[in-house]
Nanobody, 124 residues
Framework: QVRLVESGGGLVQSGGSLRLSCGASGRAFNSYVMGWFRQAPGKEREFVAAINWSDDNTYYSDSVEDRFTISRDNTKNTMYLQMNSLEPEDTAVYYC?????????????????WGQGTQVTVSS
């Protein structure tokens, strides 16, 4: 059974940094695309970043491209999201997701597996 577990969320002041982790277990993710999505209260889940496990290609939403960095550690089967220059608008529950071949990496409906989410709150 595939299991994704996020960690690293918390409360941070505007301009601060956090690093989220997503530990994956249950199968080999060598050829998977893994992504980070977020959902603020009353808003739809939105794409943040994704990484192709097989070739290391990365993708970002325009709103985070210059501030966030997605990466992975094969030896630990873990994906990370380094978030710098955080803004109150980044406040949301952050989810990691995985899929073997999402049609659109930025569309959350294309991902099969999901973590439980971790709260990120940025105070002004």
């Amino acid at each position: 059974q595939v299991r994704l577990v996020e960690s690293g969320g918390g409360l941070v002041q505007s301009g601060g940094s956090l690093r989220l982790s997503c530990g994956a277990s249950g199968r080999a993710f060598n050829s998977y695309v893994m992504g980070w999505f977020r959902q603020a209260p009353g808003k739809e889940r939105e794409f943040v970043a994704a990484i192709n496990w097989s070739d290391d290609n990365t993708y970002y939403s325009d709103s985070v491209e210059d501030r966030f960095t997605i990466s992975r550690d094969n030896t630990k089967n873990t994906m990370y999201l380094q978030m710098n220059s955080l803004e109150p608008e980044d406040t949301a529950v952050y989810y990691c997701a995985a899929d073997k071949d999402p049609l659109w990496y930025s569309d959350y409906t294309n991902y099969e597996f999901w973590g439980q989410g971790t709260q990120v709150t940025v105070s002004s």
